[in-house]
């Protein structure tokens, strides 16, 4: 049997395969993205279900997009804003200001 690595040896080999670094960049956005409806929802008092009925999909959907399931569009993005009494804003921003 192989010698046991820590949790952060395992990660760098994983993140040095090609393209798990775009990946991983994608489940970061898609989490945080779900984690920011998800505390809006319970800032409001909102139920699943009425996010759901407030953008037109069902509960399972928006559960399955605030645990990172889902890369929303812009347009769906922008329902949810609405929906969520908020104003989507996009911004490009140099890679060494992002963290």
Sequence with gaps: ????????????????RPGAGAAYEA???RFELGEAVRRRREQLGLTQAELAERTGLKQP?????????TMPTIPMLERLAEA???RLSVRFQPLREAS
Excluded: D, N
């Design 27 to 29: 489940a970061r956005i």
């Design 84 to 86: 969520l009494e908020m």
């Design 1 to 16: 049997m192989g010698e046991r690595r820590t949790w952060a040896e395992k990660k760098a080999e994983i993140m040095s």
């Design 61 to 69: 959907a928006v559960a399955r997009f605030e645990a990172g399931g």
